[in-house]
């Protein structure tokens, strides 16, 4: 059962932007974050959205990087500017769904982002 669906990656210059979605369904998200995987590397979290609306990210991505959510709850974005060539990755979507009074964790998919000239 897909729970959660990452869109929005893709191949971009460096110094440009992209804007990755995290779609949740049947569920609206408690609190999520945004991990990504270089080939050969660990799983990293790059930033995280708390229930209370905090915001935290990675000292590789501060300033650069912004992750929301929409009003209904239901998808978390990050806005991704200025990328460098280090920031290609598989980035995944990890929320806390919230349904029917029960809480679930779940990852999405993944999607390629890839910067490169």
């Known amino acids: 059962q897909v729970r959660l669906a990452e869109s929005g990656g893709g191949l971009v210059q460096p110094g440009g932007s992209l804007r990755l979605s995290c779609v949740a369904f049947?569920?609206?998200?408690?609190?999520a974050a945004w991990y990504r995987q270089a080939p050969g590397k660990q799983r990293d979290l790059v930033a995280e959205?708390?229930?209370?609306?905090?915001?935290n990210y990675a000292d590789s991505v501060k300033g650069r990087f912004a992750v929301s959510r929409d009003s209904a709850k239901t998808t978390v974005f990050l806005q991704m500017n200025d990328l460098k060539p280090e920031d290609t990755a598989v980035y995944f979507c990890?929320?806390?769904?919230?349904?029917?009074?029960?809480?679930?964790?779940?990852w999405g998919q993944g999607t390629q982002v890839t910067v490169s000239s």
């Open positions: 990890n929320a806390e769904l919230y349904s029917d009074y029960t809480m679930t964790n779940s």
């Open positions: 049947g569920s609206t998200i408690y609190a």
């Open positions: 959205l708390t229930s209370e609306g905090t915001t």
